[in-house]
């Protein structure tokens, strides 16, 4: 997949060190929680789905907020599952294994960071629509560097794996890489 060298930029931004630190200093304050209860089933990974890299939580997570970032017409397709970004983004993380620990510890947080590091006190996947677009937008605007680059790491890996599916191409217009299918270079050139 092409976008795997923007999910490794936005990756190692995260810097593994400055994460853990805030990490571990969130859960020392009892910020982060304990427990953690059952993947919501409208973002967990279907029956077939087998994963390699993800975790069942940070697939969902994952879905949940590829959801909100793709619009309403590609929210739809991954409702109706024509396009499982988890899955697809298990598959790009399995065959690049030093993006899957910060991208996973990206997922954590964003699943279960709570105020005052993120504006929720639930879990990600369990707040309502309005409510996961104010987390995402905080993390997008934030004056922390860190949550800047948390965003664009979940960011980079939902619209890689949504835009790079098959399905997902009639929403953009574009034909396919050129050489696959039949697709000439003219026709991956053509804007329309």
Same mark, same amino acid.
């Given at each position: 997949m092409t976008g795997a060298p923007d999910v490794a930029r936005a990756a190692a931004a995260l810097d593994r060190r400055g994460f853990l630190r @805030? +990490?571990? %200093? +969130?859960? %020392? +304050?009892?910020l982060l929680p304990a427990g953690c209860g059952g993947v919501p089933p409208p973002f967990s990974p279907g029956p077939d789905v087998t994963l390699g890299a993800l975790s069942p939580r940070a697939y969902a997570t994952l879905t949940a907020a590829a959801t909100r970032m793709v619009g309403p017409a590609g929210a739809a397709m991954i409702a109706r599952r024509e396009v499982d970004v988890g899955r697809l983004a298990d598959d790009l993380l399995a065959r690049n294994p030093a993006l899957a620990a910060p991208i996973g510890?990206? @997922? +954590?947080? @964003?699943?279960?960071? &709570?105020?005052p590091l993120l504006p929720k006190l639930r879990p990600f996947t369990a707040l309502d629509a309005v409510g996961q677009d104010a987390v995402l937008r905080d993390l997008a605007r934030s004056d922390l560097s860190l949550k800047r680059a948390l965003y664009g790491g979940v960011r980079a890996l939902a619209l890689t794996t949504f835009y790079g599916a098959p399905a997902a191409r009639p929403l953009s217009g574009y034909p396919g890489p050129f050489g696959a299918s039949?697709?000439? &270079? %003219?026709? %991956?050139? &053509?804007?329309?």
């Open positions: @805030l +990490a571990g %200093a +969130a859960t %020392a +304050a009892g510890q990206a @997922l +954590a947080v @964003l699943e279960f960071g &709570v105020w039949g697709i000439g &270079v %003219a026709d %991956a050139m &053509v804007a329309r």
